[in-house]
């Protein structure tokens, strides 16, 4: 049973150019999280969606940050004309659908994707 | 604002002590979680402890919760050099389901 798959575990963009970064949630997991982590700190959250809904982007830039989780494929994580200052690690994180028994309030992380702007 | 803070930040011991590592949240939850993150790798969950609970066993875990001071400690005894790694608290963002907040987390290094 797979955990939570992200890709690319790495990533290297120039300034101004667009990086997009994707989450496949554990197998039966609906909600998917995007958390942000710089050098030394804590996990940010940024935005949490279900399928084809945006639950809670609270925590997202208002600006250049967009997040997606279709019918279909993975989450999306967007970032556009990206700057030095979205350097950092970004992490997604699924659970259960909430209410059921299987959900234990425990989020499943995956492994993250480091994005460096050059 | 991080809901979860943990204190210390860094914390140095040897194999075989006990390590204490505590946090403070600033509103009320149902459940307080910690989980784990060694370097470069994602977040892996360690326990939860719920808001009626005062103490829980995970094997050389221990969770500790005082919903009156707003504040939880996990203790891990006999220590490995394997444990070292970071540990975070985490708490339920406020109107967010079950979308957690985490604190700054503490470093643990634990040397043979």
């Known amino acids: 049973n797979a955990g939570v798959m992200q890709n690319p575990r790495h990533l290297v963009r120039r300034r101004g150019q667009e990086a997009r970064l994707r989450c496949s949630p554990m197998k039966g997991h609906s909600h998917v999280y995007w958390y942000r982590q710089l050098p030394e700190e804590g996990l940010k959250f940024m935005v949490y969606l279900q399928k084809e809904n945006i639950i809670d982007e609270s925590g997202m830039p208002k600006e250049r940050f967009s997040a997606e989780f279709p019918k279909e494929g993975p989450s999306i994580l967007r970032i556009q004309q990206v700057v030095r200052g979205d350097s950092a690690a970004y992490f997604c994180?699924?659970?259960?659908?909430?209410?059921?028994?299987?959900?234990?309030?425990?989020?499943?992380f995956g492994e993250g994707s480091r994005l460096t702007v050059l | 604002s991080q809901q979860g803070e943990e204190d210390p930040q860094a914390l140095s011991i040897q194999e075989g002590e006990n390590a204490t590592m505590n946090c403070s949240y600033k509103t009320s939850i149902n459940n307080l979680q910690w989980y784990r993150q060694n370097s470069g790798r994602g977040l892996v969950h360690l326990i939860l402890i719920r808001s009626n609970e005062r103490e829980k066993h995970s094997g050389r875990l221990r969770v500790t919760l005082d919903t009156s001071k707003k504040s939880s400690s996990l203790l891990i005894t006999a220590s490995r050099a394997a444990d070292t790694a970071s540990y975070f608290c985490a708490t339920v963002l406020k109107n967010s389901g079950y979308a957690l907040n985490f604190g700054k987390g503490t470093s643990l290094l634990v040397t043979p």
């Open positions: 994180a699924s659970s259960p659908p909430q209410g059921g028994v299987r959900n234990t309030g425990e989020l499943f």
